[in-house]
């Protein structure tokens, strides 16, 4: 009776002890349209074709996160919602389909190509033909609102670091400016 | 059976003890700012406001000055402002002065603009940087005394300590005039003065030598039209690198916009802009 309650004790100790590694990405419970680079290793090319089509069809918007599997910015962005799921998540599915497109630190804005449709872009081309002023320099992570016309929403900082609150997360999803 | 090994027993009362604490646990709540409206004061405001305009009343009512700064910008380095006037600049009454602040920086008095009737429209824009959550706020002291305020909360942070763009060092004090054409004669006039210059806060890490870049940055703008003045521009690193300012002048003929320049070093340079 007591070996048992040891061992499941030490179980329980060891799930708990060991810190929990949570895979990279936008949580599940936010249903992300996960997007994988193609192209490497000369260009990671992230096609957003598929994710306007389907905000076409559904009349949402897009919440295009750029995450990167070594990135501790990321895992603490992509925590803060893990934890606020239930508050969130019906927010987010209101109105946006979230996308989540995965990539990793190494990178860089000369390597990271976004298509729509026929156009494929380099990161700074892109952000200068949408008139986004985070041009200068790729962050990880960093998000985008867009239409289903891929008309950029709001001008979004660099980074997740100011809207990592449930009421900042709200702001940002009602595009208060 | 009886006798649970030290082990088991540490581990139990372990267990036990996290049994009991998990349904506690909870996330960080990440270290943010406490919200605060646009029209809210701060400590730094109160402080700044005894400094900079003691016994004199500041009325914050909408309708004589405005501020427009994003909620939240790209970059907290590059936060693009702009203050529009609701007050036709005439000889009777004008804004005789304007002060941008931004409340949390180290250096929170960014700008002061002395102006004169010749700006037309006492419109301004500029970029600043913003070091932490914090309001940024224009003060427009008119021309019989009467000082009015709007204020913008922004959300953003580093502003100060942002690696600086130091590609064209050897470009610093370059000054550039442009001017929207057409020109209309006796008409506010868009206009920008743009000078190159990394406006070094003291606060950026050189990465190669991991030393602080001292501070180096432009303290005043003087622009004049056809040897008449427009306004000073007394600055601070809280603007950001390549300072520009976007302006209104009213041409009255023939003549030659100047911009003179002067930097935290002595550096002295003068752009200039003929217009026919």
Same mark, same amino acid.
């Given at each position: 009776?007591?070996?048992?309650?040891?061992?499941?004790?030490?179980?329980?100790?060891?799930?708990?002890?060991?810190?929990?590694?949570?895979?990279?990405?936008?949580?599940?419970?936010?249903?992300?349209?996960?997007?994988?680079?193609?192209?490497?290793?000369?260009?990671?090319?992230?096609?957003?074709?598929?994710?306007?089509?389907?905000?076409?069809?559904?009349? =949402?918007?897009?919440?295009?996160?750029?995450?990167?599997?070594?990135?501790?910015?990321?895992?603490?962005?992509?925590?803060?919602?893990?934890?606020?799921?239930?508050?969130?998540?019906?927010?987010?599915?209101?109105?946006?389909?979230?996308?989540?497109?995965?990539?990793?630190?190494?990178?860089?804005?000369?390597?990271?190509?976004?298509?729509?449709?026929?156009?494929?872009?380099?990161?700074?081309?892109?952000?200068?033909?949408?008139?986004?002023?985070?041009?200068?320099?790729?962050?990880?992570?960093?998000?985008?609102?867009?239409?289903?016309?891929? =008309?950029?929403?709001?001008?979004?900082?660099?980074?997740?670091?100011?809207?990592?609150?449930?009421?900042?997360?709200?702001?940002?999803?009602?595009?208060?400016? | 059976?009886?006798?649970?090994?030290?082990?088991?027993?540490?581990?139990?009362?372990?267990?036990?003890?996290?049994?009991?604490?998990?349904?506690?646990?909870?996330?960080? @709540?990440?270290?943010?700012?406490?919200?605060?409206?646009?029209?809210?004061?701060?400590?730094?405001?109160?402080?700044?406001?005894?400094?900079? !305009?003691?016994?004199?009343?500041?009325?914050?009512?909408?309708? +004589?000055?405005?501020?427009? #700064?994003?909620?939240? #910008?790209?970059?907290?380095?590059?936060?693009?402002? $702009?203050?529009?006037?609701?007050?036709?600049?005439?000889?009777?009454? *004008?804004?005789?002065?304007?002060?941008?602040?931004?409340?949390?920086?180290?250096?929170?008095?960014?700008?002061?603009?002395?102006? +004169?009737?010749?700006?037309?429209?006492?419109?301004?824009? &500029?970029?600043?940087?913003?070091?932490? *959550?914090?309001?940024?706020?224009?003060?427009?002291?008119?021309?019989?005394?009467?000082?009015?305020?709007?204020?913008?909360?922004? $959300?953003?942070?580093?502003?100060?300590?942002?690696?600086?763009?130091?590609?064209?060092?050897?470009?610093?004090?370059?000054?550039?005039? $442009?001017?929207?054409? @057409?020109?209309?004669?006796?008409?506010?006039?868009?206009?920008?003065?743009?000078?190159?210059?990394?406006?070094?806060?003291? !606060?950026?890490?050189?990465?190669?030598?991991?030393?602080?870049?001292?501070?180096?940055?432009?303290?005043?703008?003087?622009?004049?039209?056809?040897?008449?003045?427009? !306004?000073?521009?007394?600055?601070?690193?809280?603007?950001?690198?390549?300072? &520009?300012?976007?302006?209104?002048?009213?041409?009255?003929?023939?003549?030659?916009?100047?911009?003179?320049?002067?930097?935290?070093?002595?550096?002295?340079?003068?752009?200039?802009?003929?217009? @026919?």
């Amino acid at each position: 009776m007591h070996r048992l309650a040891f061992l499941w004790c030490l179980a329980f100790w060891l799930v708990l002890a060991v810190p929990a590694v949570a895979a990279p990405g936008i949580p599940a419970a936010y249903a992300p349209l996960v997007v994988q680079p193609t192209g490497a290793p000369a260009r990671h090319e992230f096609d957003l074709s598929a994710a306007l089509e389907r905000a076409r069809r559904e009349s =949402k918007r897009l919440y295009v996160y750029l995450g990167a599997h070594n990135c501790p910015f990321c895992r603490r962005y992509e925590a803060f919602l893990e934890q606020n799921a239930a508050e969130l998540v019906p927010h987010f599915a209101a109105q946006y389909i979230v996308v989540d497109l995965r990539s990793s630190l190494s990178v860089t804005a000369e390597l990271l190509f976004i298509r729509i449709g026929e156009r494929s872009l380099p990161y700074t081309d892109f952000q200068r033909a949408i008139g986004d002023e985070r041009a200068r320099m790729l962050v990880y992570p960093s998000v985008w609102l867009f239409d289903h016309e891929a =008309k950029p929403l709001m001008q979004m900082p660099a980074g997740t670091g100011t809207f990592q609150t449930v009421p900042e997360q709200l702001e940002i999803l009602r595009l208060e400016q | 059976m009886r006798s649970m090994n030290l082990i088991g027993r540490v581990l139990g009362v372990g267990c036990l003890a996290l049994l009991a604490c998990a349904p506690l646990a909870h996330a960080a @709540p990440g270290g943010l700012p406490a919200p605060a409206a646009h029209a809210d004061s701060s400590p730094e405001w109160e402080n700044l406001r005894a400094k900079l !305009f003691p016994s004199r009343a500041v009325d914050s009512t909408p309708g +004589t000055v405005q501020i427009i #700064a994003p909620l939240r #910008a790209a970059y907290g380095a590059s936060v693009p402002v $702009k203050v529009v006037s609701k007050l036709p600049q005439s000889a009777q009454l *004008y804004v005789k002065r304007l002060y941008l602040l931004v409340d949390k920086n180290p250096s929170p008095v960014a700008a002061v603009l002395e102006l +004169t009737p010749e700006v037309g429209q006492a419109d301004f824009e &500029t970029r600043l940087r913003v070091d932490e *959550y914090s309001h940024v706020r224009v003060v427009a002291e008119l021309s019989n005394g009467q000082l009015h305020m709007d204020s913008r909360y922004v $959300k953003t942070s580093g502003g100060c300590s942002a690696p600086p763009n130091r590609d064209a060092l050897h470009l610093v004090g370059k000054t550039v005039l $442009k001017v929207r054409e @057409p020109v209309a004669m006796n008409q506010p006039t868009p206009a920008e003065v743009t000078v190159l210059h990394p406006n070094d806060t003291g !606060f950026e890490l050189n990465q190669v030598t991991v030393m602080y870049i001292p501070p180096h940055y432009v303290r005043s703008i003087k622009v004049s039209y056809a040897d008449r003045k427009v !306004f000073d521009a007394e600055l601070d690193f809280s603007i950001s690198e390549n300072p &520009t300012l976007r302006f209104n002048f009213v041409p009255h003929g023939q003549g030659e916009l100047k911009a003179e320049v002067e930097d935290t070093k002595d550096g002295r340079w003068v752009g200039t802009l003929a217009l @026919p």
